[in-house]
Every structure is written in structure tokens, then in C-alpha cells.
């Protein structure tokens, strides 16, 4: 069964950094999407970045250029750094997983619990 456990939340100013992360395990699949996701209070789940196993990375416009998505295949481990963080970046953050090929951007069949980030201005 696959497991997906973030860590690396936290409260940070504005202009701050902090690097989520994102084990995996039971995680069998040759092709897969590995990507974060983020609700804020009073909005819609949306998508922040994810990473196929090719290493091609995707990133909502919102976070281009601040936050990178990266993977160690031989930690079985997701991270994403967040760089220049905002107030409007505040929101729990989701790791999801999906197996096979196809769009990276939907298709999510597997989610971690979640870790909050919270950015004061």
C-alpha cells in the first residue's frame, strides 16, 4: 500500500524559506507523477509543481521561479523548496502520487496528510 508522509511545514515571515518533504513508500510504479498540491482556507485545492520519474518538472504560474520541486529516487523522497514565501502562500500542502503515465497536472490516486505553512507579513 502506498504512503505518502510530509514533513517541513511551518510559520515563517515573508521573504522567508522553507523546504517540505515527502516519503513514499509501498511505491512500485516505473512511471509515475509525484506532485504538491495546497488549500487555503476558503479556496479550492490547486496545484503547486510536479515531477514525473523523467525528471520533467511542471509549476503553477503563481510559483515560478520561487518554489522547485525535486525527487532522491534512492530516498524514495519528495521535496519542494520554497523560496520568496508570501502570505498568500499560506495553506496546508499535500504530496500526491499516481502510477503510469500521462498529464502530471490531474490523476492523483494517492495523498499524504498534509503540512501547514503559514506565512505572516
Known amino acids: 500500500q502506498v504512503q505518502l508522509v510530509e514533513s517541513g511545514g511551518g510559520s515563517v515571515q515573508a521573504g522567508g524559506s522553507l523546504r517540505l518533504s515527502c516519503a513514499a513508500s509501498?511505491?512500485?510504479?516505473?512511471?509515475?507523477?509525484m506532485g504538491w498540491f495546497r488549500r487555503a482556507p476558503g479556496k479550492e485545492r490547486e496545484g503547486v509543481a510536479a515531477i514525473d520519474n523523467y525528471g520533467s518538472t511542471t509549476y503553477a504560474d503563481s510559483v515560478k521561479g520561487r518554489f522547485t520541486i525535486s525527487q532522491d529516487k534512492a530516498k524514495n523522497t519528495l521535496y519542494l523548496q520554497m523560496n520568496s514565501l508570501k502570505p498568500e502562500d499560506t495553506a496546508m500542502y499535500y504530496c500526491?502520487?499516481?502510477?503510469?503515465?500521462?498529464?502530471?497536472?490531474?490523476?492523483?490516486?494517492?495523498w499524504g496528510q498534509g503540512t501547514q505553512v503559514t506565512v505572516s507579513s
Open positions: 500526491a502520487a499516481k502510477g503510469g503515465g500521462g498529464s502530471c497536472v490531474v490523476g492523483y490516486n494517492y
Open positions: 509501498g511505491y512500485t510504479y516505473s512511471r509515475y507523477c
